[in-house]
């Protein structure tokens, strides 16, 4: 069933002034709780971007207007603006000095970023979000997916990339990243009850990140296996419902 409401709910998550403080030092904190894997930020984020990017190609045609939900200090930002066809993208985060970042590393003419409590978007094609629904109380999700279902036309998708708590390496990292240990972890099972509930159609969930660098020759096998809760980050793959009745 879609969500009663007739407009998005600006989500307010409670650690918004936490991040402020952390804005500066975020990119070295996730790099030390990342460094167990042997690969950077930027590896990561470049691997979601592309096999994003990849299965959208299964749904219809690229995606012209995004949005980076909980877009921090921007780190997929790039990526994303590097998709053939993308003529705009809104990034939004309760953090300002996220957003200060943001600006300065992505002066890109086609890129907006704003908290959510100014005007969000609408009519966009895709809403892409990493990590952050950890960071967003239980109570307040169901909020924060209304306001992103309301972002996307009929027909648009929401990728949903979050950390799998079934996985021990990802719970290792978030205790090594001081940004990480009041989070409240997210299971691809309440992710995907929760975005029906919010309205959207599940259209598939896919698993990512089983090998750490030293066994990075056996990263192609992790397409075969995808389906299975075995890596470190999920991503579910939903729509808003096609068709003048959605919302």
């Known amino acids: 069933?879609?969500?009663?409401?007739?407009?998005?709910?600006?989500?307010?998550?409670?650690d918004a002034v936490d991040f402020d403080d952390f804005a500066r030092s975020y990119d070295a904190d996730l790099a030390r709780g990342i460094s167990v894997s042997g690969e950077s930020k930027d590896y990561f984020a470049k691997a979601r971007a592309d096999w994003t990017v990849r299965r959208l190609a299964a749904l219809g045609p690229p995606p012209a207007t995004l949005l980076d939900f909980g877009c921090g200090t921007g780190g997929s930002v790039g990526h994303?603006?590097?998709?053939?066809?993308?003529?705009?993208?809104?990034?939004?985060?309760?953090?300002a000095a996220s957003l200060a970042i943001a600006r300065r590393e992505h002066a890109d003419g086609r890129a907006d970023?704003?908290?959510?409590?100014?005007?969000?978007?609408?009519?966009?094609?895709?809403?892409?979000?990493?990590?952050?629904?950890?960071?967003?109380?239980?109570?307040?999700?169901?909020?924060?997916?209304?306001?992103?279902?309301h972002t996307l036309r009929p027909g648009g998708v929401f990728v949903m990339w979050e950390n799998n708590p079934l996985n021990p390496g990802t719970r290792l990292v978030m205790s090594r990243c001081a940004f990480d240990r009041d989070a409240e972890p997210f299971a691809a099972r309440s992710a995907r009850r929760q975005l029906r509930s919010a309205g959207f159609e599940i259209v598939r969930t896919d698993h990512?990140?089983?090998?750490?660098?030293?066994?990075?020759?056996?990263?192609?096998?992790?397409?075969?296996?995808?389906?299975?809760?075995?890596?470190a980050q999920y991503a579910v793959f939903a729509r808003r419902p096609p068709g003048p009745g959605a919302g």
């Open 80 to 95: 994303l603006l590097g998709w053939t066809g993308v003529e705009r993208l809104t990034g939004v985060d309760p953090s």
């Open 1 to 14: 069933m879609p969500p009663a409401e007739s407009g998005p709910t600006p989500p307010t998550p409670d």
């Open 113 to 149: 970023f704003r908290l959510p409590d100014a005007a969000p978007p609408t009519g966009l094609d895709l809403a892409y979000t990493n990590g952050t629904f950890h960071h967003i109380t239980a109570a307040e999700r169901p909020a924060a997916l209304r306001y992103v279902f």
């Open 208 to 231: 990512l990140f089983i090998f750490p660098r030293a066994l990075r020759w056996l990263r192609p096998a992790e397409r075969w296996v995808s389906g299975l809760p075995l890596g």
